[in-house]
């Protein structure tokens, strides 16, 4: 979320002053269970494993490749941790200064120069990640449109990097679901559609360990493909980015804890908790499970390694397409949230002078910037060749700054509680630094492998449906 300026008002990546009204008594009744009510503890949470959980996790086993398994696996739990602490800072700061959103915090504590280049960082990672889940919707649905090969018009080329079925899907899609879903007005009304996007996740975590399963008993790998436990290089560092941009979801920590009630740090704890060990549990399953079904891939995207319209043994994946396409698709609005709030913030309140009365044509703020937002990234996305370099340069900048650095820069300019010891201190600082400097050397490793023309597989859609 975001905001124009120092306000104790409760701002939240909705627009809305305050979110929770006398409606949320309702809210809670019609919830799809009690469990899962507006505000409850799992009801938040499952809303936080939606906002990470995603395309994200299609490129883990391309990063435990470059890792091996016993590396990757402790990267993937120091980088849950690493989470875990900077979702407690930012709780805290949020607590102790009554501030509502990144950016107010930023301006409160750094300035608001400082304010609106977090705003803009906001603005771009959120929608790269909007890029890049609209061009995974057409990826993952291209084997299922190789298999409608009668269908001629849906084989011809687009462009360079997609065929007209796959422009097909993906419009239908967008214009049916994501646009749609990212209009709606509050986080907390997504609780259900969460649930199912994290149940669709782990059918396909399920799915890959049981096709590496029955893969390993049908075909034993041979010698020259040997599982690496132990493998780092300097393409260690691009992989740890994008394990980075998996765990993503600071950015949407401020409307979650605004909509959680009754409303504690120690609640929002338990909160992300529970979040964090989910997605570390699904990530930790796909990575290894996908990595060694394939280990000598070199698809960064691991549906990509399933033939299912000519390999018999891949075809019960294709219910795993689905499964993932639904979990991009609840993912996709809950990261229009923060982008819709900060623009509006950057654009209108600011610009236009309406701190003093942000519900001023609110409606049409929201229908008019969620059409910009969606569907300036659809076009884009129709464009864009692959997702696993999107993934890395998002990891190493917008991740490392938005969702480590800065929290760990606003404990330790407010001195928080959590540093009141040396071990607190020393936690806080590893944040900062640690960020700081993987997301400076993946950058740079990405862009050198870019401009060297190493820089992935994206391969050519058009051709794959031809």
Not at 117 to 127: K, R
Not at 134 to 157: K, N, S, Y
Not at 256 to 281: T, W
Not at 392 to 397: D, F
Request: hydrophobic residues 50%; proline residues 5%.
């Amino acid at each position: 979320g975001g905001g124009a300026c120092c306000s104790p008002r409760m701002h939240s990546a909705t627009m809305d002053e305050p979110l929770l009204t006398e409606d949320e008594a309702e809210g809670r009744r019609g919830a799809c269970c009690p469990a899962l009510q507006q505000g409850s503890v799992w009801g938040t949470a499952f809303n936080m494993c939606s906002a990470t959980l995603g395309a994200g996790a299609l490129s883990l086993p391309y990063a435990i490749q470059h890792t091996g398994v016993v590396l990757g696996l402790l990267l993937l739990l120091g980088t849950a941790l690493a989470t875990q602490w900077s979702v407690e800072l930012l709780v805290s700061a949020i607590t102790v200064t009554n501030v509502r959103s990144y950016e107010d915090l930023t301006v409160h504590l750094f300035g608001r120069k400082m304010g609106v280049f977090v705003e803009v960082n906001i603005i771009v990672f959120c929608f790269g990640t909007l890029v890049a889940y609209t061009v995974t919707v057409g990826d993952i649905l291209r084997p299922v449109l190789q298999m409608c090969g009668g269908w001629e018009w849906m084989q011809a080329c687009f462009n360079s990097t997609m065929s007209l079925g796959q422009v097909a899907a993906v419009l239908i899609f967008w214009g049916g679901l994501m646009l749609p879903l990212s209009l709606v007005d509050k986080m907390s009304a997504l609780q259900c559609t969460s649930l199912f996007g994290v149940i669709s996740l782990f059918y396909l975590v399920l799915s890959v360990i049981v096709h590496a399963t029955w893969a390993s008993i049908a075909e034993p790998l041979p010698a020259l493909e040997p599982i690496k436990l132990w493998s780092p290089s300097m393409s260690t560092f691009p992989a740890i980015s994008i394990i980075m941009f998996a765990f993503t979801c600071q950015v949407n920590v401020p409307a979650l804890y605004e909509e959680l009630q009754p409303r504690s740090p120690a609640k929002m704890r338990a909160v992300s908790l529970r979040a964090v060990g989910v997605c570390l549990l699904a990530y930790a399953l796909i990575g290894v499970a996908g990595y060694v079904d394939y280990p000598a891939s070199r698809h960064a995207n691991l549906l990509l390694n399933y033939d299912v319209a000519n390999e018999a043994s891949a075809q019960p994946m294709i219910p795993a397409y689905l499964a993932i396409t639904i979990t991009v698709l609840v993912a996709y609005p809950v990261n229009v949230f923060p982008c819709r709030y900060a623009l509006d913030a950057l654009l209108f309140r600011r610009l236009c002078g309406l701190d003093k009365d942000p519900t001023r044509h609110r409606m049409v703020r929201h229908v008019g910037l969620t059409l910009l937002i969606a569907g300036s990234g659809l076009l884009i996305a129709l464009y864009v060749p692959g997702i696993n370099v999107v993934f890395q340069l998002m990891g190493g900048t917008g991740s490392a700054f938005i969702c480590y650095m800065l929290p760990a820069a606003f404990a330790w300019k407010l001195q928080l509680p959590q540093l009141r010891t040396i071990w607190g201190k020393a936690a806080c600082l590893g944040l900062f630094f640690v960020g700081l400097i993987i997301g400076a050397l993946s950058t740079t490793i990405t862009i050198l492998n870019i401009s060297s023309g190493s820089g992935g597989d994206a391969g050519n859609a058009c051709n794959a449906t031809a």
